[in-house]
């Protein structure tokens, strides 16, 4: 047995998390013939590009598809645990920087929005490494920066990616004192705002590692739940203690295995 598979396998003997798999691999070549047509709404538009968005692996675009359909065990996974809570907002977190939040995060909310019918906002929370917008491949600005910085309207901010339902909240830029941001009044104000005004949204928030900043840990406080992505391979044993006891008190989802290789089949 794996290192990470004992650390999550003992997680779940003391009944601290259900398990959730997300598995991604290679794509083959006909993967881009069943890309969705693209849709529009009022809030500033733009329209991704669909081919694009699969060479940055976010096969959840596809309808029939072995990594989509991980995905989409996912969302129910998730579905199954947060609705009878009400629970709407949701954060994806991690031990350590290249776990496949930010990843996991988009597709996510990509098969949210076209699966469970839902509407989703996704929020790039990452605002030392902002990343949502390369891989959806829309401007990084404007975004939360200008918002907290300029205070331009969130209504000007947000931004539909021309996948039905979704909207994109994007970072705008690096924030060096994002610390001092996610710890302010301002922050948890705009939470509770996009919360209560979106209620029957799922609100997903790309937030940086446990282990680079206590940003993680203070977007914690301000929304319902947060999922950890702990990746094959990669997340250690240690990874998981440390931020295991960093959360000890918050309202831990779930830890999503990321990276597991489809063909080997892992499931929890
Ligand atoms: N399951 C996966 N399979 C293949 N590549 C992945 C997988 N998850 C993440 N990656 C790649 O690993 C890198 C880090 O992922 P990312 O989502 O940016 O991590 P994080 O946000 O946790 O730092 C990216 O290049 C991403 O495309
Ligand atoms: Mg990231």
Redesign the pocket.
Known sequence: MSEIKKALEKARKEGKIPLKV????DSPKDRAEQLPSPAYSQTRSVQVDLKKLID??VFSILKKDEVADQYKFLMTRILNKTRPNGYNTIEIA?FK????????SVNLAITLAKESRQTVLLVDM?LR?P?IHR?LGIDLAPGLKDYFLNGTPIKEILIHPGIERLTVLPAGGRMDNSTEIMDSHRMEALILEIKTRYKDRYIIF?AP?LNVCSDPLILASHVDTIAL?A?AGYTTTEDITFGMALLKDKNILGIIL??SGIRRGWTY
């Open positions: 997300a598995l991604v691999e940055r692996k991690s920087e290249g776990e496949g939040k930010s990843l996991t990452d490494r990343s891989i790309d590692a992505v990746r990321n990276d």
